[in-house]
């Protein structure tokens, strides 16, 4: 919070697996704590999100993390978080056609849908090269599920299959909130992220939500982050 505050970001995203204790839920206490000194930050919380896996063969795993779900959207209600990052899961779907599983994935996201409805949390599916690779696939999966309390969590840097910036004019139009990264995959191959041109598919687009920067890899990120909001914000003024 003291570091985001310090940088003059607007929000921050306080990520569920990064609390003391997950995938147990925080005490009352500790998230009033954390909201009273965000607001005193002048920081906006954004969103937050968990780990799931709604690809997984059992069906009691799945059960286990729909109840997880569960907890933390209303955890995400408690902390003023308008939405909750959940994935579709992982690739890997041994003994079970794609269809299937879709089918199964569907059904799981409608009811954590139903469950952000009655909290007021949108639920915020990330795109993360697992089971949703491409953007079609993406948008097949919004168009199974249906719902109003469905969003995405735009990973620009999880497109792996085609033209990154493509991807993206795809899939905008469910945008609810972003991970912005220094690198995007282009030909097999990741390269430095073009932020002017990303920004101007965002603003064509219409979108006025945030946009949350996540930086990967090594190196130390209090210095990392520094350097990718420096870069992002000279790009927003060329727009």
Not at 152 to 163: F, V
């Amino acid at each position: 919070l003291e570091f985001c505050a310090e940088h003059n970001f607007d929000a921050i995203d306080p990520t569920g697996y990064y609390f003391p204790g997950y995938p147990e839920v925080p005490s009352d206490e500790f998230i009033n704590s954390f909201k009273k000194k965000a607001f005193l930050l002048g920081l906006d919380i954004s969103g937050t999100g968990i780990r799931n896996d709604f690809a997984h063969p059992y069906e009691k795993k799945r059960q286990a993390d729909l109840e997880l779900t569960k907890k933390w959207v209303e955890i995400a209600a408690k902390l003023g978080s308008p939405n909750l990052r959940i994935f579709s899961g992982k690739a890997e779907t041994e003994g079970y056609t794609r269809p299937q599983v879709m089918a199964s994935m569907v059904e799981h996201i409608k009811t954590c849908c139903e469950i952000g409805a009655k909290h007021g949390v949108v639920i915020a599916l990330q795109n993360h090269n697992d089971f949703l690779k491409t953007a079609d696939e993406v948008n097949e999966l919004f168009k199974k599920v249906d719902s109003e309390w469905l969003g995405l969590n735009l990973d620009i840097g999880s497109y792996r299959q085609k033209n990154p910036y493509e991807e993206i004019e795809k899939n905008i139009r469910h945008a609810v909130t972003w991970q912005i990264k220094e690198n995007v995959w282009i030909d097999g191959k990741e390269q430095p992220t073009d932020f002017t041109k990303l920004f101007k598919i965002i603003k064509k687009a219409g979108y006025r939500g945030y946009l949350p920067l996540e930086t990967l890899g090594a190196g130390d990120p209090y210095q990392k982050v520094p350097k990718l909001l420096a870069e992002v914000r000279k790009s927003l003024q060329k727009i």
